[in-house]
DNA sequence: TAGATACCTTATAG
DNA sequence: ACTATAAGGTATC
């Protein structure tokens, strides 16, 4: 495998990787000790975590392209990597670490809670998930705990995706829509997506079929892209925004879930509104709008790891 | 068009 | 041990 480092001081703002990888923003890296999401926040501080990802070009996308094992960790001051490719912009472009994330701090208003969280879990980082594997995960997120919908989505790869040999390790692939799409609900439903099995079966198939793809929801306004996700199967505001921030660079969309519907009853009663469309305007705007998706993320994280 | 309800499965609380 | 409850919601009526 070909190997790098970035050195974490030359990132605008650093990065905490572990908090990065393990704040239910993706479910498409596992950590190689297979201790994800254990309670104990200090005992991954250097673990390895890793990816296989398709690359086609200069993208990256889960549904076409050659697979390519991704793995990194963060120790003494650097970004390490390995790769079965020359992954240096990969790393970056998964990580977002070209976000300068003290200019986007800047950008959000000065408010207690944000402050807490941005200063507990300073260099977390959005993360830039494939498309295809982000639209499925979080259709399977719906009523479940992160770490279940973490278990699922290598179950998923275990039973349907493509295995790839590097430096003698098998890692299994996120599987193919053709692959997803050929699943029977039941075979789905044995691996325990409970009813989520038939929204991903026939949103795979959609994919398969050519007639809808996630990323054609870029290069469209927010609102649009959102309402045009929402027509895969399973896929209602609420998945759709999720998509929209950790896949395809709205970071603006703040998914409302039930831990900033919580949120927003505590803290910003005033941005209620009677409709997802309408409350997620305000708290957008009371987030600082163009990065309300940051905000919302580091509170996520800072809230549901205080319970 | 808004509002209520069913839905799979599992981990955790009581 | 056993039951109730909730988990990063959505589709349907």
């Not at 890793?50 to 990256?60: C, F, K």
């Not at 997120?141 to 390790?169: K, N």
């Not at 325990?192 to 994919?207: K, N």
């Not at 925004?241 to 970071?251: K, N």
Request: charged share 30%.
């Amino acid at each position: 495998m070909k190997t790098g480092r970035i050195d974490v001081s030359e990132l605008p703002g650093g990065l905490d990787l572990q908090a990065t990888l393990e704040s239910g923003q993706s479910y498409l890296w596992r950590r190689a000790d297979g201790r994800m999401y254990d309670s104990d926040e200090q005992s991954g501080g250097d673990a390895w975590y890793e990816t296989v990802v398709r690359l086609d070009g200069d993208r990256v996308r889960l549904d076409t392209g050659d697979p390519t094992v991704v793995r990194v960790r963060q120790r003494d001051g650097a970004l390490e990597w390995e790769s079965t490719t020359d992954a240096d912009w990969v790393v970056r472009s998964l990580l977002r670490l070209e976000d300068d994330l003290p200019a986007i701090r800047a950008a959000t208003p000065d408010d207690s809670l944000l402050e807490r969280a941005y200063d507990r879990y300073w260099g977390m980082r959005l993360v830039r998930d494939p498309p295809f594997g982000t639209l499925i995960s979080f259709i399977c997120s719906a009523q479940m705990r992160v770490s279940r919908i973490h278990d699922m989505q290598l179950a998923l790869a275990e039973a349907f995706g493509d295995t790839v040999t590097a430096d003698g390790r098998t890692y299994q692939v996120f599987p193919t829509p053709d692959r997803l799409a050929a699943a029977t609900e039941s075979e789905l439903r044995d691996l325990g997506l409970g009813y989520r099995a038939p929204y991903v079966q026939r949103t795979a198939e959609m994919v398969a079929a050519g007639d809808a793809h996630p990323d054609e929801a870029r290069g469209r306004s927010y609102e649009d892209a959102r309402e045009h996700l929402t027509q895969f199967v399973g896929v209602g505001e609420k998945v759709a925004d999720c998509v929209l921030l950790f896949s395809l660079d709205f970071l603006e969309a703040v998914p409302l879930d039930t831990w900033i519907r919580t949120t927003i009853e505590e803290y910003y009663p005033d941005c209620e509104r009677d409709s997802y469309a309408e409350t997620s305007r305000a708290i957008r705007k009371r987030l600082g709008g163009e990065y309300a998706g940051y905000a919302q993320t580091y509170v996520f994280h800072h809230l549901r790891n205080e319970s």
